[in-house]
C-alpha cells in the first residue's frame, strides 16, 4: 500500500508518482496516466491521429492504457494497419460530411499522418515486414549481451519516453535521463532470474539500446548497459 504522506505529497504537488506507481493508479482507477496527471499532454493517436480520451485509448493485453493509440488502431498487442492507404480509405467513409468531401478529407489524411510517429517509423523500416524484422534484429542484440540474470527477450512493446524516462546516477556524481519523453521507444520489463526484488528495464530504437535495473515502482535504478548500434 502507498504511504499516507506520499499520498498527501501528490495531492499538495509536491512530488509526482514514479512511473511504475502511475501505471499501477492507472489500472487500478482505470483511467490514463494522463487523466492522473491532469491532462498536462493533448494526446493523439499516432496512427490515425483521433484526438485520445480515456474511452477512446487503446490497451494493452494486461489491461494497461496505451496512450500513443486508439483502440481502433491498436488492440490487444496488434497494430491493425499496416498500409497507410487502407487507413485512409476507413478515415474517408467517416469523416466526409456535407462540409468535408471525401477528396478533402483523403488530401488532409495523406498531408497528416506521415507526420505521427508510427508512420514515421514505417517510413524508416519500410512497412510491416522491415518493422518486425527490425524487432527481430534488436532482441538478438539485446540477447546477444548475455546479461547475468535477464531472462532471454522475446517480445518488445511501443513505450512512451516519459513514462520509462528514469534517471540515474553516474560515477561522476552527476544524474541524467537518456530518454526523450515525447518518444517512442521499443522495450520491456523482466523479472530477474535469480528472484529478488530488481527488475530489468529494456529500451531501444534504431540509435541505442539502453537497459537497466530498478526496485518496484522505479526505485533506485541502475544503469547497465548504454550502447550505441
Known amino acids: 500500500m502507498t504511504e499516507e504522506q506520499a499520498v498527501s505529497r501528490w495531492e499538495n504537488g509536491e512530488t509526482?508518482?514514479?512511473?511504475?506507481?502511475?501505471?499501477?493508479?492507472?489500472?487500478?482507477?482505470d483511467v490514463s496516466i494522463n487523466t492522473l496527471l491532469g491532462s498536462?499532454?493533448?494526446?493523439?493517436?499516432?496512427?490515425?491521429?483521433?484526438?485520445?480520451?480515456?474511452?477512446?485509448?487503446?490497451?494493452?493485453?494486461?489491461?494497461?492504457?496505451?496512450?500513443?493509440?486508439?483502440?481502433?488502431c491498436y488492440a490487444d498487442g496488434e497494430y491493425m494497419y499496416h498500409n497507410m492507404d487502407d487507413l485512409i480509405d476507413v478515415c474517408v467513409n467517416h469523416m466526409a460530411n456535407e462540409h468535408f468531401t471525401p477528396d478533402q478529407v483523403r488530401l488532409y489524411m495523406k498531408d497528416m499522418l506521415p507526420k505521427l510517429n508510427y508512420w514515421k517509423q514505417y517510413k524508416n523500416l519500410a512497412g510491416a515486414d522491415k518493422f518486425e524484422e527490425f524487432?527481430?534484429?534488436?532482441?538478438?542484440?539485446?540477447n546477444d549481451l548475455h546479461i547475468d540474470g535477464m531472462p532471454k527477450v522475446e517480445k518488445l512493446n511501443a513505450l512512451v519516453g516519459g513514462y520509462?524516462?528514469?534517471?540515474?546516477?553516474?560515477?561522476?556524481?552527476?544524474?541524467?535521463?537518456?530518454?526523450?519523453?515525447?518518444?517512442?521507444?521499443?522495450?520491456?520489463?523482466?523479472?530477474?532470474?535469480?528472484?529478488?526484488?530488481?527488475?530489468?528495464?529494456?529500451?531501444?530504437?534504431?540509435?541505442?539500446?539502453?537497459?537497466?535495473?530498478?526496485?518496484?515502482?522505479?526505485?533506485?535504478?541502475?544503469?547497465?548497459?548504454?550502447?550505441?548500434?
Not at 499516432?46 to 486508439?70: A, T
Request: hydrophobic letters at 35%; aromatic letters at 10%.
Open 16 to 29: 509526482t508518482p514514479n512511473t511504475e506507481t502511475l501505471k499501477l493508479l492507472s489500472k487500478l482507477f
Open 40 to 72: 498536462p499532454r493533448q494526446l493523439i493517436c499516432q496512427c490515425c491521429g483521433m484526438p485520445l480520451e480515456d474511452n477512446n485509448i487503446s490497451r494493452e493485453i494486461d489491461g494497461i492504457f496505451n496512450e500513443e493509440y486508439c483502440k481502433w
Open 135 to 142: 524487432k527481430k534484429q534488436l532482441m538478438n542484440e539485446i
Open 164 to 229: 520509462i524516462n528514469l534517471e540515474y546516477r553516474l560515477p561522476n556524481g552527476k544524474c541524467v535521463k537518456f530518454l526523450d519523453d515525447a518518444a517512442t521507444y521499443l522495450g520491456n520489463q523482466l523479472e530477474c532470474e535469480f528472484g529478488g526484488d530488481r527488475c530489468f528495464g529494456i529500451a531501444a530504437n534504431m540509435e541505442f539500446i539502453l537497459i537497466s535495473t530498478y526496485e518496484k515502482d522505479g526505485e533506485n535504478p541502475e544503469l547497465i548497459v548504454y550502447k550505441k548500434r
